[in-house]
């Protein structure tokens, strides 16, 4: 994953747009959501929205996962973020603090390797509109 993010590599793999400026420009467009990408390890790469500024979690990237939620969020979560890294697609909806949002977890693919995932976030609760 760490090539991914290397400016070089990733300028190769989504050429013009480095692998950052593209996450960022993803969750701009997603007022109120979030992105986070992660490797097989469940180690975060990126995170960024104003989901995750409301969360309190506090600094993400290095982090695993499973060491950064709540038990009860992440026993929620777990299935479809691993799941993702093993190539599957999921879509849920999760409610978090009175906020409900729409999620989509998605493999990150590249010829002949998944080296992570990408989740996005979107509220969808009555106050988003």
Same mark, same amino acid.
């Given at each position: 994953?760490?090539?991914? &993010?290397?400016?070089?590599?990733?300028?190769?793999?989504?050429? %013009?747009?480095?692998?950052? !400026? =593209?996450? !960022?420009?993803?969750? +701009?467009?997603? %007022?109120?959501?979030?992105?986070?990408? =992660?490797?097989?390890?469940?180690?975060?790469? =990126? /995170?960024?929205?104003? #989901?995750?500024?409301?969360?309190?979690? !506090?600094?993400?990237?290095?982090?695993?996962?499973?060491?950064?939620?709540?038990?009860?969020?992440?026993?929620?979560?777990?299935? %479809?973020?691993?799941? +993702?890294?093993? !190539?599957?697609?999921?879509? &849920?909806? $999760? #409610?978090?603090?009175?906020?409900?949002?729409?999620?989509?977890?998605?493999? *990150?693919?590249? %010829?002949?390797?998944?080296?992570?995932? $990408? #989740?996005?976030?979107?509220? *969808?609760? /009555? #106050?988003? =509109?």
């Amino acid at each position: 994953m760490r090539e991914l &993010f290397d400016a070089g590599a990733s300028e190769a793999v989504l050429s %013009p747009v480095s692998l950052r !400026g =593209f996450c !960022g420009a993803l969750v +701009a467009g997603v %007022p109120g959501g979030a992105a986070l990408v =992660f490797d097989r390890e469940l180690r975060v790469w =990126f /995170a960024e929205g104003a #989901a995750l500024a409301r969360s309190g979690v !506090g600094p993400m990237v290095g982090r695993r996962l499973p060491d950064l939620m709540r038990v009860e969020s992440w026993n929620v979560l777990k299935e %479809p973020y691993e799941a +993702a890294v093993e !190539g599957s697609t999921t879509r &849920f909806d $999760l #409610a978090v603090d009175g906020t409900l949002y729409s999620v989509r977890v998605s493999p *990150i693919v590249l %010829p002949g390797d998944v080296p992570g995932a $990408l #989740a996005v976030s979107r509220e *969808i609760s /009555a #106050a988003a =509109f």
